[in-house]
Every structure is written in C-alpha cells, then in structure tokens.
C-alpha cells in the first residue's frame, strides 16, 4: 500500500465546549479577525447559532461548518453541539475531523457535556488543543482547571501524544488569545490560527486511492434539492462526474453529480473541483442517508459507515383527538406527521421512527427527553398539531435479565440544599458515587441514577435548589433493573365537561391544587385543569358560574382573585403527564389531556384494573 501523504492547504477542526463556554462567540471573534468581512460590514452576534430555538437557549442543537482562511490555508470549523442528548450530531461531526479545539470555561472549568463529545474525539485519535476561555472572570481559577482538564484526559485513557496538549488563554468575547497567563493581554487570535496551522495535521490520504467521500450531514436546496455533505477521504471529483453511492445494505446506485459546492465563510462557494480533505456539499442526490459513501465509478469501495450510540428512550407521537382539534394548526394529518418525522430521522442519524400500534401513532426513539422537547417544539413552531405520550425508557433483555440504561449525575449545589437533593435521588434510586465539600459554601456530589429517575426532575430540582443548582449528566452504560418507584405523587384536577374556564368555578378549585388554566380559556371532558394536592384524580366543574338567587344577582360576585399560574411550557408539561394522559401540542396552546376522555370510560377502566389486581 502507498504511505499517506497530507493535503496543508486545508485544515478540519472540531470545535468541542460545555453549553455557555463561549465557542459561538470565539467562533464569531475567529470570522471577524480572518478578513472574511470587511471591516465596514454588519454581522450578527452568534453567526453560528441560526435556529431561533439555539439563539433563545443559548445552545448548540444541529452541528454546522464553516470556514476561515489564514495564511493561505483554508481552516474547516465544524460546530459540535455541548448537549449529551444530541450525541447524533457529535459523531457526525467528529467525522469529518482531523483536529479538536477543547474550550473550557476558566472558572467552571470542564462539565459533563465537554466529557462526553472529548471523549469520542480520543476515541477517534483526534490531536487537541485546549483552549482556557473567559481568564477575565472575576472567579477564574485557570491553574486549578488546568489540573482538571489533565484530570478529565487521563481519565478518558488518553494516550501520551494526546495529554502533551498545546495549551492557549482567551478572552473569546474580546478575540483575543495568549501562550501564558503571565505575558500581556493578547491582541489577537493570531496565536490560535497559527496553534491550529502548526499542531493540527493536514488531512492525510493515499495519492492514488480513488475517489471517496462519506457522507456526513444532510441538506436541502428547493432549487437543487437533496445536499450531500461530507469529507473527501482521497481522490478528487469533477462538476458532473458519473459516481457510484455505496447505501446501507452495500447496493451500488448510479449518481450524477449536478453540482460541486465548498464552505467559503458561512455560505457556499460553487467550484468545478473538490480535492481531498475538503467539505464538500454534492447536488444530484435523492434519497442519500447519512453513513453513506460516494464514490468512483471504477472502483467502488465503501467506507467504515458512522457509528451511533443507540435510543435510549422512546415516545409515542400521534394525531391530535381532542375536540379542540383542527382548530389552531396547519398539518394535523397523520401522514403529514409522518412525513415531517421521517425528514427529521433523514437529517438527524441519533433519531429512530416506527409505526405505532395504530395507525395514526409513531414510536420516536432518540437520545433524551430534551432532544425530544426540542423536536417538538420545532414541529409546534412550523405549524404542526399533534399529541405525545410522556418519555419511556428502552430497556434491553439480557439472559432473562432486564437491563435499563443509567446516567452518570454530576450535582452542583448550595450546601444547605444538600440534603433534598440526596433524599429526592435516592427515591428515584439513584447511588452516590462522589461528595466534595469545599468549603465554599457549594457542594459537588455525583450520582448513578437510572435514566427513568431523571425524567421530570429538572424542573423539581431547579425549584429545590431555588435555581441556583447545575445538573449534568451523561449516559453511563446498562444495569439490571433497579426496580419501581414513583415519579408524581399528586393526582390530576380533569374537567368533566366543555365549555369556557369561569373565574366562579375556577376560585372554589384552587384550595384542590395549582391550577393550569385561566378564565376564558377553552376546556373539554377529560382536559386536565391542574394538579391535585393529593395522589388521586378528581373531575371537576371549571365551568361552573354563580347561579341568581332571591338573595343576590348572579352577576355581581364577592371580588374573585385568583393566584397567577405558572405559565405550561412544553418541558414541564412533558415532565408532568403520566402514563394515561397526554400533552396536546398546536402552534399557540400546550394543553394537557387524559388518554380517555370520558369520564364514564375511565371509571369503568379503573374499574377492570382494581379487579384485575384481587
């Protein structure tokens, strides 16, 4: 076999940060110092950010390229997200990677999320480059984090090469970057561009391999349709060459490249000739799946296809039945779920769809609650009607043994909140792994806990800790079954007729529990109106309306003041449901429901199980 020989005029970096670390802004600080706008030009904060959903989060849900150009050598920069639950996008993106760029706060210092997406760059043997972000905090601690990151290397096995990392200083919202901590504040990158040019290689290939690119991420042009993006592993391909796609089950198909496309900046840039080691985006290509392999027509040869971490949990997505239904979405037909669903499994590798049990149901499987969350509320957003049941865990079976996935939890606290915080865990079976106190007043403590126990405490854990707890956490592996516990101990107020919420009604309610709804709003027989205080389901009248008597007009009311609600979002709302009821999602309301509606039906059930159980 030929030896590898590198391509220096290009450089693939993935740029690897925990949620809020400041890689979109340095990102942006790297655009602005590379000369790809002019000085005079206008430019977004948060280039990189172009979902309204990452811009209102702050975070990285889809990962994105683009490119800088530095001394005559083009400089890919591929985005990975900092949340576990779209570890889809991580392994993806680390494919089309030589190098990585390790961002870590200087007070926060390196988060669960960095652990994860750092720990598949080693695994693929990606040299790095740490990056000490935001030394300007007042809390920065930089020799302290240094001594953790080296911590958190030695403890993902990290060969010797890889813990002998270039280290830099920045300042990412300034743009700036430096070799020390003790020399002057930097004025520039520069000495970041030059750390990448010098200490990432070139992408290595045999010079006389044939053509070959994986296909890596997905787009879609209404003027060119279907986008094939993806690194070119060896050889070089023309504007309408005849090439050969590898799919799945190796079936070789004809492919008729319509157009070349590289990264130049944010945009496209149309070339006649993509070269090895270049990101390159083909047009001409219907029904492509992430993993595949484009390649020369003479000799065809398939690429090792990317590897996913499996579901780990799944929900049930179905056709809004309530009789409000119709009335406030564009797409409520099933197919037209289907569709959308099946568009997003095409784009996003970490996503699974299966028929459900009837016909206008389907099994989404995916990483977490929150990728499922963002899912859904990307579906709301484009105008799409639907209802979803609440996450359940996918249990494996293993020698006659049930395996349910765990999550390694890592816990930042006040000292004082300590004590609910260990007692609520432990209810939903999680084991202490880890305490340290530091006397500062906050605690860190590390938790195992099932995935199952995670679901819907976020909330419950922000309301514990009065908002000032951090909670991470990453998929630790499988265990036997840790067995049941409960998740709610309240039961649902359920409205058991139609018609408009009434303040009347509604006030006489509140001393059962926290109400979701205000008066005005719309409510049907088997709506839940809000939570009881105790474990039972109750229905209740919150149409009921002061009746005229001899003694007083119906109209004239004792003044009624009703408590403020919390606002239903979708998280919470997802959180909140049990078993037998679901959350009914359209573009303008999150309104939850029970499964049956009829209050008749349900009694009955109820009926069946207390039998069934004797």
Request: net charge negative; with cysteine.
């Amino acid at each position: 076999m030929n030896t590898k020989t590198r391509n220096d005029k290009i450089r693939n970096i993935a740029i690897i940060a925990h949620v809020d670390h400041g890689k979109t802004t340095l990102v942006d600080a790297m655009f602005k110092q590379s000369g790809l706008f002019r000085p005079d030009q206008q430019m977004e904060d948060r280039i990189m950010d172009n979902m309204d959903l990452e811009r209102e989060r702050g975070i990285t849900i889809a990962a994105k390229n683009c490119s800088v150009a530095w001394k005559g050598v083009k400089i890919n920069i591929i985005d990975t997200p900092g949340h576990a639950d779209f570890g889809g996008e991580v392994e993806r993106s680390l494919s089309m990677a030589d190098g990585a760029l390790l961002l870590v706060d200087a007070s926060e210092g390196p988060l669960p999320q960095t652990r994860f997406v750092l720990k598949k760059a080693l695994e693929a043997h990606l040299p790095v480059i740490v990056v000490v972000n935001k030394i300007d905090r007042k809390d920065a601690r930089p020799d302290e984090v240094l001594n953790e990151v080296y911590d958190l290397f030695i403890d993902l096995d990290a060969d010797e090469d890889q813990l002998e990392f270039p280290l830099l200083y920045a300042i990412g919202r300034e743009g700036v970057a430096q070799l020390t901590l003790e020399e002057a504040k930097g004025e520039n990158l520069h000495v970041l561009f030059d750390t990448i040019l010098e200490k990432i290689p070139g992408p290595a290939y045999n010079p006389s391999a044939p053509f070959q690119m994986l296909v890596s991420d997905l787009g879609y042009s209404d003027y060119l349709g279907r986008l094939a993006i993806g690194r070119v592993v060896s050889g070089h391909a023309r504007f309408k060459d005849n090439l050969i796609r590898i799919d799945e089950q190796s079936q070789q198909l004809p492919l008729k490249v319509s157009k070349l496309q590289v990264y130049e900046g944010i945009r496209f840039q149309e070339v006649e000739e993509v070269q090895t080691g270049d990101i390159a985006v083909l047009s001409g290509i219907e029904d492509i799946k992430i993993g595949d392999t484009v390649c020369s027509k003479d000799q065809p040869k398939a690429l090792p296809r990317i590897t996913v971490d499996e579901p780990t949990v799944s929900m049930k997505f179905s056709i809004n039945t309530s009789p409000l239904a119709g009335r406030e979405g564009k797409f409520v037909q099933s197919n037209k779920i289907r569709e959308r669903l099946d568009r997003e499994s095409l784009k996003n590798v970490a996503i699974k769809i299966e028929e459900g049990e009837d016909k206008d149901s389907f099994v989404v499987k995916g990483r977490g609650e929150f990728q499922m969350a963002i899912l859904i509320e990307t579906m709301r957003r484009e105008g799409f009607e639907l209802s979803v049941s609440r996450p359940e865990v996918i249990f494996k079976y293993k020698n006659g043994k049930r395996l349910e996935p765990i999550e390694h939890l890592f816990i930042d606290c006040e000292e004082s909140f300590l004590g609910v915080v260990t007692e609520k865990l432990s209810l939903r079976k999680g084991k202490m792994l880890n305490l340290v106190n530091n006397g500062k007043g906050r605690t860190r403590i590390e938790f195992t806990i099932p995935s199952r126990g995670l679901i819907g405490y976020r909330d419950e854990f922000l309301t514990d800790t009065k908002g000032t707890g951090i909670m991470n956490s990453y998929l630790h592996g499988y265990e036997e079954f840790r067995g049941d516990f409960l998740s709610r101990f309240t039961g649902s107020l359920v409205a058991d007729r139609q018609g408009p919420a009434v303040g009347y009604g509604l006030f006489h309610l509140e001393p059962r529990g926290e109400l979701f709804v205000v008066p005005g709003d719309p409510l049907y027989e088997g709506m839940l109106i809000g939570e009881h205080n105790r474990d039972n389901d109750i229905d209740v009248n919150g149409c009921k309306e002061k009746k005229l008597s001899n003694m007083r007009a119906s109209g004239k009311d004792e003044h009624t003041v009703l408590t403020p609600i919390r606002p239903m979002t979708l998280e919470r709302a997802i959180h909140f449901i049990r078993d037998d009821e679901l959350v009914e999602i359209t573009p303008i309301s999150i309104r939850l429901r029970k499964v049956v509606l009829s209050a008749q039906k349900r009694h009955l059930l109820r009926g069946v199980k207390l039998k069934g159980k004797e």
